[in-house]
């Protein structure tokens, strides 16, 4: 590792039937967002918002089916076979993805550290979401 820069582990995940399938490139110890929202509080998601570069669908495409609501601009994919949304692309960070923690294999993962994020007035503190998807 040179100066602050911080080493990434490929990480493996997807949905319950195993028909959607990725990787993403994080570090060992994770930063994830748990959030209040209606959909969030519903589905248990909790967040690891990477940039789009960083993510690799390796399969599932083909089952993959979009929710939007609100303003549209976040597309929610879930697996159209078990129902599982293990990652979608984030209105708070439209460049990236934000991994379900939940999906993905544990082995990789050495800690993960939480934060509470307020989605309930996602308006309001959604400038505390920025840049998480930046290389």
């Known amino acids: 590792m040179m100066g602050n820069a911080v080493e990434l582990v490929t990480h493996l995940g997807g949905c319950h039937c195993a028909r959607v399938r990725f990787e993403v490139r994080a570090p060992a110890r994770l930063r994830v967002q748990r959030c209040n929202c209606s959909i969030c509080a519903m589905t248990g998601f909790e967040h690891l918002i990477v940039p789009a570069a960083r993510f690799t669908l390796l399969s599932g495409s083909d089952v993959l089916r979009t929710?939007?609501?609100?303003?549209?601009?976040?597309?929610?994919?879930?697996?159209?076979?078990?129902?599982?949304?293990?990652?979608?692309?984030?209105?708070?960070?439209?460049?990236?993805?934000?991994?379900?923690?939940?999906?993905?294999?544990?082995?990789?993962?050495?800690?993960?550290?939480?934060?509470?994020?307020?989605?309930?007035?996602?308006?309001k503190h959604a400038h505390t979401l920025a840049g998480l998807s930046s290389a």
């Open 67 to 123: 929710y939007r609501f609100g303003t549209g601009t976040a597309q929610h994919h879930f697996c159209g076979v078990c129902g599982i949304k293990s990652f979608y692309v984030p209105r708070s960070n439209p460049d990236g993805y934000s991994v379900n923690l939940r999906c993905l294999d544990p082995a990789t993962i050495s800690a993960v550290d939480y934060e509470d994020f307020d989605g309930r007035n996602w308006e």
